[in-house]
């Protein structure tokens, strides 16, 4: 799901969400400048620590992964048809004289493939990490109407909910011998009308229950002066966290545009040597 | 205005659904006290949950339509205020728990209202923990409240109302999710609640032997009228045949008393409870040479097969993918002639095992044999040509335009001959009597109709075996026998083997010609009624109760050495009247 959460007390789990929104804002600028894949590993590297620190299985980072596996090697292959070799060599072209393969290109792309999975690694971690309370609450303190917060927390528990009731829906229509297992597409999505009548219709009457139960618990007495019972607050370790993120993105930032290091080569050219 | 201590005042308060012409209240005349509790009774479809949600408001802010007369709580009239804001003093319980938790975890849920009502956040903590505590939940506090069972889910969305401290109480079927001894202590919890706080409550309930001493006024709808009130003894007792006639349910032991009086039988007062009931019965049979020495009928067989079964369920296990082991190690056979009824508490395993039975799930251990085909390797498509499976909400498989159309919908699928169609649909409607209703729209039809339509649709298929999950949930007690008398004629007219799960023992004992009591994933007992309901011990391990004539029958037999293998009203009536006639 994509949004589960694991229950647990770690910094991630401490920091106010909106510490978590810039984090992940300020990675981002590192994702942007950074283009050698071994400082890019190094970032992945502190990602799969800060899971570990977090207390969530690595089995739940390696099942995202593995998902992610042929995304990866699609970033990686068409990089060879949209990045110009710079005058580097090349050793051969992937089709007939197109996608010629270079150190260079083939280092772009094992990059911005890397790129992708920390993105996913990194917003992965803050949902894993993250209530939805939490969310909705950090949404009425950026001033967002509690109406708002409200509903799309409901929302997000229903769903539960919903999964279970469409189970129950395909269970009745295979029991009535409906063929949902298809492999014709259209006979796929013909098959599906009676899974998804019943389906529209139990989600309209969830809609009106929760709109009836909204009502019948004073939601809409005075919604503006509702208590919100959690309270999300800036404290030290947010501070702490944020000036360590943000030192070291500018550091890079800097050493970046002084220096012109973490380019594509920086690393196997410059320090070691290699090509 | 209305006196200070009455807190709801209807006056020829009627009221329209939008859409409809049939007015759901029909000039309702009310009184509520403050402190009272006030049990509201009635058929399905009588207007009891219209007139409780008229309470709050939400007749007719909610759900629009039109309000005659006058209705007025605590002191406002409900027309010119709002649904939110007499939703600060007024607490409303909904019928189906699920449909009322909104939350992601339990303590949210219970804290949603109060929050509400802007109480500052360590009064709300408290208060959560408190309810939570009251109700025993506290373990569950931070689940969500989808995954609980049935019964816990009632009882957070109960705290959750009683969390907001309400001046007045509306539940509607607050234990319809509940077993029987979870029952009992929500009813006593009520009391203690309108004791100590001085609260209103209203509750809205078919069990209503359980309330007899609790309530302090029964009033009876139908039609959107009030047919009946007054103080519950009186009521229950004087008038338990017209409840009957009504589709009600009173207590069992106030019927017999009623029809051993008709008889010409002497029967001193009418009583409600089993005590009541043994002193009444101790008079009448003074007349006898005590004690007898009848421990048993006659002829009660035991539960004996009498030809190959046709599903055998051999060491069968299932988990679920998330690691929940719902059947565990289960060995039964069913046979051709087996009208069955499986019993058990929420998450007994019951729904799951006869989810084997089709194929619907095939088991991670053991196997599961059908007419036959080992479940594990034979396709649904040929399973269900044998077990068809109604399940519970016609809502969950009900989509197509006509009635007719929803019935052959299993014929194509099963690729049955098209000139069969119509002879097969036909058939199948006469049994059912909806053959009327064949060119009507499924969600048109009332839920009763909706029902038929949706057993019909299995029917059609002519399975063997008819699996009915839960057919009588939610139901009031005359619809509940509507739905088993037509199991009933299926399996003695059209010799179908039916299997149903269901929570009323009472039905149970009148209809099912073999129990089986399931606890834990496996079979705890196996046999026919007339043997099971007399173990009441393990019975009640697992939190069931036989029928209040049966408890009552265990008295008597210990004292009198009566019968006690007495099921129903009936049997009690004709065995008795045997005795005491003659």
Not at chain 2, 569 to 574: R, S, T
Request: charged share 20%.
């Amino acid at each position: 799901m994509a949004f589960e959460y694991v229950p647990g007390h770690s910094l991630m789990h401490r920091l106010d969400p909106r510490t978590k929104v810039l984090f992940f804002l300020l990675v981002t600028v590192l994702i942007i400048v950074i283009y050698d894949p071994i400082i890019m590993l190094g970032l992945l590297a502190i990602i799969v620590a800060m899971y570990k620190l977090s207390g969530i299985p690595l089995s739940k980072l390696w099942s995202i992964t593995k998902a992610l596996l042929p995304v990866f090697i699609m970033f990686l292959v068409l990089n060879y048809f949209v990045i110009p070799p710079r005058g580097a060599t090349v050793y051969f072209y992937l089709l007939p004289g197109i996608a010629p393969v270079t150190v260079e290109t083939t280092l772009i792309g094992i990059t911005s493939a890397l790129r992708f999975v920390l993105f996913i690694w990194l917003s992965r971690l803050l949902t894993f990490t993250t209530s939805i309370s939490e969310i909705l609450i950090a949404m009425v303190k950026m001033k967002s109407p509690p109406e708002i917060a409200t509903s799309l927390g409901i929302a997000f528990s229903s769903v539960p909910l919903m999964i279970n009731q469409f189970s129950t829906v395909i269970q009745a229509q295979k029991s009535r011998g409906s063929q949902i297992e298809v492999r014709n597409p259209i006979k796929k999505g013909i098959s599906f009308i009676p899974v998804v009548v019943p389906g529209i219709y139990l989600t309209i009457l969830r809609g009106m229950n929760v709109a009836r139960t909204v009502e019948a618990r004073a939601f809409t007495y005075n919604p503006a002066k509702r208590t919100f019972r959690r309270k999300i607050e800036f404290g030290r370790e947010d501070y702490a966290f944020l000036a360590t993120a943000g030192l070291f993105t500018a550091a890079v930032v800097a050493i970046k545009i002084l220096y012109g290091w973490f380019d594509y080569t920086f690393i196997l050219r410059d320090v070691l040597k290699l090509v | 205005m209305a006196s200070k201590a009455t807190v709801i005042t209807c006056k020829n308060l009627t009221y329209t659904y939008p859409g409809t012409t049939e007015p759901a209240l029909d000039g309702i005349d009310l009184e509520v006290q403050r402190g009272e509790i006030v049990l509201i009774t009635g058929p399905t479809g009588a207007g009891k949950t219209t007139l409780c949600s008229s309470f709050n408001g939400l007749v007719p802010h909610f759900y629009g339509g039109t309000l005659d007369g006058q209705i007025y709580v605590l002191g406002q009239d409900v027309r010119k205020t709002t649904a939110g804001y007499l939703s600060t003093k007024v607490g409303m319980l909904f019928q189906d728990p699920s449909s009322q938790l909104i939350s992601a975890t339990v303590e949210d849920e219970v804290a949603f209202g109060p929050e509400n009502l802007a109480i500052p956040v360590e009064e709300i903590e408290k208060r959560t923990d408190s309810v939570l505590d009251f109700m025993g939940l506290k373990a569950q506090k931070g689940r969500p409240p989808f995954a609980l069972s049935g019964g816990q889910q009632q009882a957070v969305a109960l705290a959750a109302v009683i969390a907001m401290k309400p001046e007045i109480l509306v539940l509607d079927e607050p234990t319809s999710n509940l077993d029987p001894i979870g029952t009992v202590n929500i009813f006593s919890l009520l009391r203690r609640i309108s004791r100590e706080e001085e609260n209103t409550i209203i509750i809205v309930e078919h069990k209503l032997q359980e309330l007899v001493d609790i309530a302090d006024r029964i009033v009876v709808i139908d039609d959107g009228k009030v047919r009946l009130e007054g103080p519950p003894r009186e009521i229950l007792a004087e008038d338990a045949v017209l409840l009957r006639e009504r589709g009600l349910q009173p207590p069992q032991v106030s019927l017999l008393a009623h029809e051993l009086r008709e008889t010409g039988i002497h029967i001193e007062g009418i009583p409600l409870t089993i005590p009541e009931a043994f002193d009444t019965l101790s008079k009448a049979l003074q007349t006898l040479k005590l004690p007898l020495s009848e421990t048993k009928a006659e002829e009660t067989k035991p539960f004996q097969a009498t030809s190959k079964p046709i599903i055998e369920v051999q060491n069968a296990s299932f988990q679920y993918p998330g690691g929940v082991l719902a059947v565990q190690d289960v060995s039964v056979n069913f046979y051709k002639e087996d009208f069955v009824g499986i019993i058990g508490q929420n998450g007994s395993g019951k729904t799951t095992l006869v989810k084997l039975l089709n194929g619907l799930l095939r088991p991670t251990r053991g196997i599961v044999n059908v007419f036959g085909l080992n479940s594990r390797d034979s396709p649904i498509h040929d399973l269900i040509k044998h077990v068809g499976y109604v399940f519970q909400d016609p809502d969950s498989q009900l989509f197509s335009k006509t009635v007719h159309q929803e019935l052959s919908f299993g014929l194509k699928n099963l690729r049955v001959p098209r000139d069969q169609w119509e002879s097969r649909i036909n058939s199948v409607a006469k049994t059912l009597l909806i053959d009327s209703l064949l060119k009507e729209a499924p969600y048109s039809l009332s839920r009763g109709d909706r029902q038929r339509v949706a057993i019909a649709s299995v029917l059609v298929m002519e399975p063997q075996v008819v699996v009915v999950d839960e057919p009588t949930t939610g139901q009031d007690p005359r619809k509940r026998r509507e739905i088993m008398e037509l199991m009933r004629m299926l399996h003695d007219k059209y010799e179908k083997t039916i299997i149903f799960i269901t929570h009323d023992m009472d039905l149970v004992a009148e209809y099912a010609k073999r129990c089986i009591v399931m606890r834990d994933g496996g079979i705890m007992l196996d046999g026919v009624p007339h043997e099971i309901f007399l173990q009441y011990e393990e019975l009640e391990k697992t939190h069931l109760k036989p029928p209040m004539i049966t408890l009552l029958f265990k008295e008597l037999g210990e004292r009198y050495g009566l019968r006690k293998d007495i099921l129903t009203v009936d049997e009690a009536f004709d065995y008795l009247k045997t005795k005491l006639v003659s």
